[in-house]
């Protein structure tokens, strides 16, 4: 099971974080997925870590602005969101990808990923 949190209201230049906690199975063998929705869009790879924090995914349009981490004594899985955009807004789910070692290729795909949160809303506005 994962629970995402963190979202709120936050005007642009802003910043966030976002936690995901996982129970319920052996975290530290799995990587995890950050992925958004915004409305009337389809879900969007944002970012990934894999299961030991020591290679990161980002998409491009986040790059430079998230950084991703992980605790694995506790669990779980942090999103930094900084210099936000009126663009990123939607809402942010976190996800258990289908392994410890995403590829380049795969981490992106919601189909790599077999366990999802509930979702948690990151409104950028002024």
């Known amino acids: 099971q994962l629970q995402a949190s963190g979202g709120g209201l936050v005007q642009p230049g802003g910043s966030l974080r976002l936690s995901c906690a996982a129970s319920?199975?052996?975290?530290?063998?799995?990587?995890i997925g950050w992925f958004r929705q915004a409305p009337g869009k389809g879900r969007e790879g944002v970012s990934c870590?894999?299961?030991?924090?020591?290679?990161?995914f980002y998409a491009g349009s986040v790059k430079d602005r998230f950084t991703v981490s992980r605790e694995n004594a506790k669990d779980t899985v942090y999103l930094q969101m900084n210099r936000l955009k009126p663009e990123d807004t939607a809402v942010y789910y976190c996800?258990?990808?289908?392994?410890?070692?995403?590829?380049?290729?795969?981490?992106?795909?919601?189909?790599?990923?077999?366990?999802w949160g509930q979702g948690t809303q990151v409104t950028v506005s002024s």
């Open positions: 870590i894999n299961a030991s924090g020591g290679r990161r």
């Open positions: 996800a258990r990808f289908l392994g410890a070692n995403p590829i380049t290729g795969t981490w992106a795909a919601p189909s790599q990923y077999d366990s």
């Open positions: 319920g199975f052996s975290f530290d063998r799995y990587a």
